[in-house]
């Protein structure tokens, strides 16, 4: 796991050489990770809360959207039970850059899949939501970014499993550290 996390950061390191400041045709890829919070029946069953973590890809097709795409994993374990979800979100994001702040709303559409073990039963549920927040993200140089990212995620079908309830609404705020490189590519969309 440590080589295959230095072979990741000496590929952006190397790579980082050929970036501008965030604009048009921009694409930032990065790591989060953050708290995760379950909301309703299955809180009550697994535990509120629990340390989650994951990855994003980041681009700016025009100077008034960007496209966040994120994947995420948490583990929440409580009161004898586990659950771990993993989830997976497309959104839109709009904001408005102040020198190095972006500041910004985002809305989405997302698929989210959780394994539960309750008591010794185990079982799987998948569905469909969407998720809608607010981040801020500063440029700290021409290649790297920090960022918080705070989002609900309803979601709508909430799957049917041996082991119930299983997916519920969620709630994060994650922390984000990416690279910014620049592509070349011009969106038109402006």
Known sequence: MNKLFLVVIAVFVTMSGNVYASDE????????????????SPADVYGRSALGFGGFVLFSPSDFF????????????????????????????????????????????????????????????????FNVGTGLDVELGSSLMIGVLMRYHPVFDKGSAAVSPVLGDIFDVMMRVGFMFKTGIQGGWD
């Open 66 to 129: 960007d496209l966040d795409i994120n994947i995420n994993y948490a583990s929440h374990k409580g009161l004898g039970n586990s659950l771990g979800h993993f989830y997976g979100t497309m959104a839109l994001r709009f904001g408005m850059e102040f020198d190095q702040l972006f500041p910004f709303i985002c809305a989405g559409v997302g698929f989210y899949r959780a394994a539960a073990d309750l008591g010794g039963v185990e079982g799987t549920a998948a569905g469909f939501g």
């Open 25 to 40: 045709g921009d694409l930032s890829v990065g790591v989060s990770m953050g708290e995760n919070a379950l909301l309703g």
